[in-house]
């Protein structure tokens, strides 16, 4: 079946520290794959997508490449900000589907300190 | 992209009484999901509401627990029925289907406590 795994937080930085958010997964196929944060008291943003092998989906300093061969989508900013301080999600949808619903990590929480 | 606003934002309940959160999306969308996010936990998909037809639950969550309406296709509301203190989580309602892309959008949750 359908899975994401997620390295467990929580994770603590400090500002300008380098980030890293392993994201791996199981599917069939191609799925598509996201990164989602949730901010302290608020829903779920979209961070970044990638549709395809190889894509590489990017936001606000974040980014993550799209790995068939080793089946991952990890999460990296190169440098930390406090207001970089939430929960990450990293999920999937099976391609082609057509129920576009998703599956979700556990979520890692990060907390960046001044 | 989809606004998408859910009221209420917050409650507090008695043990055995009902709540019905409601989800507004800012434009038609084709699919609508309901989550619950338990304390420190991830997204659990409790159904998918599809306008005409009805609610697909996931397992471990019935419609006498759960009802859920998808009357237009801008709208969907979720009921938590007969509530215990092990319903109290954060409920999350999203929409698909926009433009064709695979993309869920996400409300802000209705935070829920039961006491």
New interface residues.
Partial sequence: GNSVTQMEGPVTLSEEAFLTINCTYTATGYPSLFWYVQYPGEGLQLLLKATKADDKGSNKGFEATYRKETTSFHLEKGSVQVSDSAVYFCALTPLGSGTYKYIFGTGTRLKVLA | SAV?SQKPSRDICQRGTSLTIQCQVDSQV??M?WYRQQPG???T?IA?ANQGSEATYESGFVIDKFPISRPNLTFSTLTVSNMSPEDSSIY?C?S??TSGT????????TRLTVL
Avoid: V
Avoid at chain 2, 102 to 109: A, L, R, S, T
């Fill in positions: 998408i084709t699919m999901f936990q991830s997204l998909l998918t999350l999203s698909a289907g695979d993309e869920q959008f996400f409300g802000p949750g």
